[in-house]
């Protein structure tokens, strides 16, 4: 009886810390989103995602130590993990692109169709059974995406939103990686390797992307991403220090939260990065979206909560055999 009642006791409390644990992750990495805009007119991208990555080393470590020391780097599928780090490193550069050239709540609403884009890749690579129900909810989040890349000024399309969009499927890919590797490797393993490749290959870019010296003029994303690597001021190499803290911080978090709670009761409050993107979009830099993005993030967060609701509800049913209402 006692156990029975700790038992019960504890679980909302569980439950509880991996809500928290995931909103203080989402803020978190909202932060570095700040930082990024603030840096992205003086750098270039991998610059930045080179010093983020040389302050993300030691935290890196520090997190291999409490997930149970050098066993956590058993890497079994060396080669899923490097072709996931080229591909993260490919999301988060071009996000990074994004967020300088785009409303920061436009970049945020937009990358939150990574899950969406994940649903449709799954059922079209790993031939995992999509239904008519979740179907429908990625191509009405596809539809939320559309109304937020409304042509505006004459541009079919805003660059720096299409670049949201690659980004959002770079990330997708990472992720059905990430699914193959979660069953054999560590979670800590994923974030070293990932960690290295970052390192390694936005270094190995410095090297050799040197002198293209774009126009004063170029798209802010071409400027970011071909403007020569300076030294940094104290500051700025302050703020992208802070960004290696960040990446360590915010990945301890949210996979905290997901092992301490139960997936389907924590991931909505992933979307609470769009309150954020919000919020910094307008404190600092004086964006308000208008009603076509309000109307497209609400359907993309729609979208996405109806399939964490399916995609939970599945699983409840494979675990117990009963049968769900409605296709999956």
Do not use: N
Not at 69 to 76: D, K, Q
Not at 92 to 110: D, E, G, M, N, R
Not at 217 to 222: E, H, V
Not at 288 to 308: C, R
């Amino acid at each position: 009886m006692a156990l029975v009642e700790t038992a019960s006791a504890t679980a909302p409390d569980r439950t509880g810390r991996g809500i928290l644990l995931l909103l203080g992750g989402i803020f978190i990495f909202s932060i570095q989103d700040v930082i990024v805009r603030t840096v992205s007119g003086t750098y270039p991208v991998l610059e930045f995602v080179f010093i983020r990555s040389v302050f993300s080393i030691l935290p890196v470590l520090a997190l291999v130590v409490l997930d149970g020391g050098l066993p956590a780097l058993r890497v079994r599928r060396p080669w899923l993990h490097l072709l996931r780090g080229i591909l993260m490193l490919a999301a988060y550069t071009t996000y990074f692109l994004a967020v300088a050239s785009a409303p920061l709540a436009t970049v945020v609403a937009i990358f939150f169709s990574a899950p969406l884009i994940l649903t449709a890749l799954s059922a079209l690579i790993l031939r995992e059974a999509v239904g008519i129900r979740r179907w429908s909810a990625v191509l009405a989040g596809f539809g939320g995406v559309m109304l937020i890349l409304q042509p505006s000024d004459g541009i079919a399309f805003a660059p720096g939103a299409l670049i949201a969009i690659v980004s959002a499927v770079f990330y997708a890919l990472s992720m059905i990686i990430a699914r193959r590797l979660g069953k054999v490797d560590s979670g800590v393993s994923m974030v070293a390797s990932q960690s290295l490749v970052y390192l390694l290959l936005a270094g190995l870019a410095g090297l050799t992307m040197q002198g293209f010296d774009p126009p004063a003029d170029a798209y802010p994303a071409i400027a970011f991403l071909l403007r020569d690597w300076v030294m940094p001021t104290s500051f700025d190499l302050g703020l992208m220090a802070i960004c290696g803290l960040i990446a360590a911080a915010g990945f301890y978090g949210l996979t905290q939260a997901y092992r301490v709670a139960p997936t389907s009761v924590v991931a909505p409050f992933e979307y609470t990065g769009m309150i954020w993107g919000i919020v910094w979009g307008y404190a600092f830099w004086g964006e308000i979206p208008g009603v076509p993005t309000w109307s497209g993030i609400a359907v993309i967060v729609g979208a996405g909560l109806y399939v964490l609701h399916r995609e939970a509800a599945r699983g409840r049913a494979i675990t117990t055999g009963r049968p769900l209402r409605g296709r999956m």
